[in-house]
């Protein structure tokens, strides 16, 4: 951890100590690959619930989950398909 922390790091100098210099984490590198598994997780979720209720409704005739809800899930994965296309599948 610490070693793949250290390399997300980087060195910029202090404007009051223009001697020294002081490690700052790169904090977007670090979201933004955070944020990627974190999306890339919810996708997968999200993906597994919409098909497991599309086969209730459409299989069994027997749905869980309002229309309301439904297209609340639907819209979350279009959205974080949208922010994350290159975790988006042909289905």
Request: a positive charge.
């Amino acid at each position: 951890m610490l070693t793949r922390f250290r390399r997300n790091l980087e060195v910029k100098r202090v404007a009051s100590l223009p001697n020294r210099v002081r490690w700052q984490p790169d904090c977007r590198s670090l979201l933004s690959s955070v944020d990627k598994k974190a999306a890339a997780k919810r996708i997968q979720e999200l993906r597994a619930q919409i098909r497991e209720h599309d086969r209730r409704y459409y299989e069994e005739a027997a749905p869980t989950i309002s229309d309301r809800e439904y297209d609340r899930l639907y819209r979350e994965l279009v959205d974080l398909e949208a922010q994350f296309p290159e975790l988006v599948t042909p289905d």
